[in-house]
């Protein structure tokens, strides 16, 4: 199972952006997913997760401003956010614990994408 990432770029602040991640594999089932950021010098931290039935849950500085969903169909995790601050930037990564037919249980990571937002 690979997870592949994208949808960062240069923002103005104010602006938006769409993320998506998109999983690639064969057998296998999803659990929750979510979205981490980590800005230079600082820890990796949650931004969103969303578990299989839907139920979502955000970082306090998100503030309304970010939507996390997930299309089963598509295997794709996305991050719609809204009113980018410069403190938003970083690279986002998205994140899984997935159940493969061959590794069973595990947590994977997408390979990142940077996210620049100008003021």
């Known amino acids: 199972v690979q997870l592949q990432a994208s949808g960062g770029g240069l923002v103005q602040a104010g602006g938006s952006l769409r993320l998506s991640c998109v999983i690639h594999?064969?057998?296998?089932?999803?659990?929750?997913m979510a979205w981490y950021r980590q800005a230079a010098e600082h820890a990796r931290d949650l931004v969103a997760s969303?578990?299989?039935?839907?139920?979502?849950e955000y970082g306090d500085f998100v503030q309304g401003r970010f939507t996390i969903s997930r299309d089963s169909a598509k295997n794709t995790l996305y991050l719609q956010m809204n009113t980018l601050t410069p403190e938003d930037t970083g690279v986002y990564y998205c994140?899984?614990?997935?159940?493969?037919?061959?590794?069973?249980?595990?947590?994977?990571w997408g390979q990142g994408t940077l996210v620049t937002v100008s003021s």
């Open positions: 969303i578990t299989r039935d839907g139920r979502a």
């Open positions: 994140n899984g614990n997935i159940w493969t037919a061959t590794r069973g249980n595990g947590a994977y």
């Open positions: 594999g064969n057998e296998f089932v999803t659990s929750t």
